[in-house]
């Protein structure tokens, strides 16, 4: 059963830092495009950032420019978000997508979410 696990999510005071991973497994990881998408309550779910098969191209949300880097290492099938000054209005549900580039198999596949809370 293809997985995409996230961890890393937590509670945070404004301006500071998190680190979010997505292990995936169970198919072939460097054939698809990976992204980290966001949801906070009564808002639609919005994308964060994004990055290329091999990791050569990103791009972000103009929310989180400037302060969110997306990474990824094809040799741990992991996808990362390094989350830096963090704000109230980051607060959501940030959830890992993976979408499929060549080869064959289903488009997409989605994680089941991480919370991140920044709070005072």
């Known amino acids: 059963q293809v997985q995409l696990v996230e961890s890393g999510g937590g509670s945070v005071q404004p301006g500071g830092s998190l680190r979010l991973s997505c292990a995936a497994s169970?198919?072939?990881?460097?054939?698809?495009?990976m992204a980290w998408y966001r949801q906070a309550p009564g808002k639609e779910r919005e994308l964060v950032a994004g990055i290329t098969t091999l990791g050569d191209g990103t791009n972000y949300g103009d929310s989180v420019k400037d302060r969110f880097t997306i990474s990824r290492d094809n040799a741990k099938n992991t996808v990362y978000l390094q989350m830096n000054s963090l704000k109230p209005e980051d607060t959501a549900v940030y959830y890992c997508?993976?979408?499929?580039?060549?080869?064959?198999?289903?488009?997409?596949?989605w994680g089941q979410g991480t919370q991140v809370t920044v709070s005072s």
């Open positions: 997508k993976a979408g499929r580039v060549r080869g064959s198999g289903p488009s997409a596949y």
């Open positions: 169970r198919f072939t990881f460097s054939n698809y495009a």
